[in-house]
């Protein structure tokens, strides 16, 4: 199944033909002034909900067109974003790294940086010099609480997935200030549910400027697989339902400016596109220096 939240808040699931049928009355929708935890609900509850919506996809008497509807962050309260910053070896070598992620470990980007598939990438007033990266990742997304996870079990703990754009202004300041500007996590077009993709160890991933192919590459190059991400992960936290694993990128980031459109694509989860437009926030004395 394709889960997504579009236009207020509201909870859809993507039917054949790319149409939406609106699920918020069985969900529930996120509510105005509230944290928008109506996905998270879902995914933990999905058992439950499962039967119902595929009856409802059945049965719909209405529905919307997926171009009718503007996309946003599909879980974004996420208790936490999950990224393994040193996982292809290509991207290391580029970025003259000599560790990789089974030795780094992950940081965390803020849920407040998550965007969806409707929204652009806003890049801050910040010194002009500075360079804003594109790195082209996939999303896992947690289902089930859980600490401690040995990596046989990884497949009881994962949701779904989804493309993500891991944004980044490059230079010497904390990783995670460069990393979570609002906006610097487009994440979508939607969470497709792990049955509908199977395997995800062998998923060609591709970012896109304009119509410039920068990143092309396979999962199967990840130095931390999927299972070691999640084992890795829960060994230091908790996961929560919705939370997000950010998988690492490979070879070819590059550059972003106002006007760009960014796709991405992954194999059996989606693919989207993001504008790129120029923001007012962000001036202050953290960023007003060349790098
Ligand atoms: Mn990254």
């Given at each position: ?23 918020s ?115 896992i ?28 202004v490059?230079?010497k ?20 549910t ?63 400016k ?34």
């Amino acid at each position: 199944m394709k889960l997504i939240r579009f236009d207020e808040g509201r909870i859809g699931i993507v039917a054949e033909g790319d149409r939406v049928i609106d699920v918020s009355d069985v969900v529930g929708p996120d509510l105005p002034g509230s944290p928008p935890v109506a996905m998270n609900r879902l995914i933990d509850m999905y058992a439950q909900y499962e039967p119902i919506l595929k009856k409802r996809a059945l049965s719909a008497s209405t529905s919307l067109s997926l171009d009718a509807v503007r996309l946003l962050a599909p879980v974004p309260a996420a208790s936490k974003v999950i990224a393994y910053p040193v996982n292809y070896d290509d991207h290391a070598r580029e970025m003259g790294q000599s560790v990789r992620a089974p030795a780094q470990g992950f940081f965390l980007k803020p849920p407040s940086s998550l965007s969806g598939a409707g929204e652009p990438i806003v890049l801050p007033a910040i010194d002009a010099s500075r360079r804003v990266d594109h790195e082209c990742e996939l999303a896992i997304v947690i289902g089930k609480r859980g600490r401690d996870i040995p990596r046989e079990k990884w497949q009881e703990h994962v949701f779904g997935y989804s493309c993500l754009i891991d944004v980044v202004v490059r230079g010497k300041e904390e990783r995670v200030a460069r990393k979570a500007f609002d906006t610097f996590c487009p994440m979508g077009p939607w969470i497709v549910t792990a049955d509908e993709v199977g395997d995800p160890s062998r998923l060609r991933g591709r970012l896109w400027v304009n119509d410039e192919l920068r990143q092309d590459a396979n999962n199967r190059d990840l130095v931390l697989d999927i299972p070691g991400m999640v084992e890795m992960a829960s060994q230091v936290m908790t996961l929560e339902p919705g939370d997000i694993i950010a998988g690492g990128t490979p070879a070819g980031v590059g550059p972003i400016k106002p006007g760009d459109r960014v796709r991405i694509e992954f194999e059996r989860v989606g693919s989207m596109v993001i504008g790129v437009v120029q923001g007012d926030s962000g001036r202050g004395p953290l960023f007003r220096q060349p790098a």
